[in-house]
């Protein structure tokens, strides 16, 4: 890996097409695809961005209490995470460049913990306070037919998967899947992150009407053992271990129904996958930067091969996707 600088877009006014042959394009291409979505659908360089406004723990599941009582706390984990992202403390902001899910290569996708407030119709966010390491860049593929991302074999309960769990997301096309992501931290709360390994994100795109979405929204990653034993941050006031509320781990166990979360990839019982729902908002976001060029950790795309290879060891895990490429970035929230 190296260091690469990253040259970020302007705000001058990209070229638009013919009068005539935009009329022509107008009236071949579907209503959806008509007006001011059109322009930024045809723009080679256009940005947009979309605001995570949902987000879910679906698997595994957190338990709190005692071997007398051990309750399933995930719905009260998941209703703190909602108020954070609600109070505009946490915005993940996922900046797709360009906007067109028909393209099928030099695809980037920018990850920031953007400044966002409420506005009449839509949120407005920017990245022009927000550290240039703080970003992370990754390329992604957009897929026309079938689905974007799978779990990883084995690495699921099945006991999650039915009512009245809230069931894991399986973005279909028109959709897009990441490369894998080596290192990032989820933001959950303003004093919380969560620090995963080998991390992917998939979406499907909904682009019809006046509001646009990435939907069907999926982010998994590896939470290493070691990582989850150490306290990660605080949730409201108190110190977050991961270790504590994870079944097989340090927590709880549900009295009449023994369950253990913990996966083995590398090692024996060195992490769990987790996977999280969400959803995403399109957001007004602006056309210039605050600087011209940001440093970020890439993948030198000379030396990296055509596949999604994502690592295994003790704190990471090995999946392939033959329709995948490496990530172009990685670092920190």
Known sequence: MTQVPVQRRTGAAPSRPHAALRALLLALVPACYAGDFFDRLVDPD????????????????????????????????????????????????????????????????????????????IANCTDKDVPPASVITASFNN?????????????????????????????????????????????????????????????????????????????????????????????????????????????????????DDIDSVAAPRDGVWMYFNFTAERVDWPTESATDTTTSTTVDPTTAGATDTTTAGPTTATTVDPTMSTATATTTL
């Open 46 to 121: 256009a940005t947009a961005a979309f605001r995570i406004t949902q987000l879910t723990l679906v698997d595994p599941h957190t338990y709190s209490g005692d071997m007398v009582s051990c309750l399933d706390s995930t719905a009260t984990y998941n209703q703190s995470f909602a108020a954070s992202i609600g109070s505009f403390d946490i915005n993940t902001t996922l900046v797709l460049r360009p906007l067109d899910p028909a393209l099928d290569s030099g695809t980037v996708m920018d990850i920031v913990p953007a400044a966002c407030v409420d506005g009449e119709t």
């Open 143 to 259: 897929i026309e037919g079938g689905a974007c991302l799978s779990p990883v074999a084995g690495s699921q309960n099945p006991l999650y998967g039915m009512a009245p769990n809230e069931i894991l997301h399986e973005p279909r096309s028109p959709c897009f899947v990441s490369a894998m992501i080596p290192s990032f931290s989820l933001g959950l709360a303003p004093t919380l992150k969560l620090p995963l390994s080998n991390v992917q994100i998939a979406a499907a795109y909904e682009l019809e009407g006046g509001s646009q979405r990435l939907v069907q929204g999926v982010l998994r990653g590896f939470l290493s053992s070691s990582v989850a034993m150490t306290a990660v941050g605080t949730l409201n006031g108190f110190p977050f271990t991961p270790w504590l509320v994870l079944a097989g781990g340090g927590g709880c166990q549900p009295p009449m129904n023994p369950i």
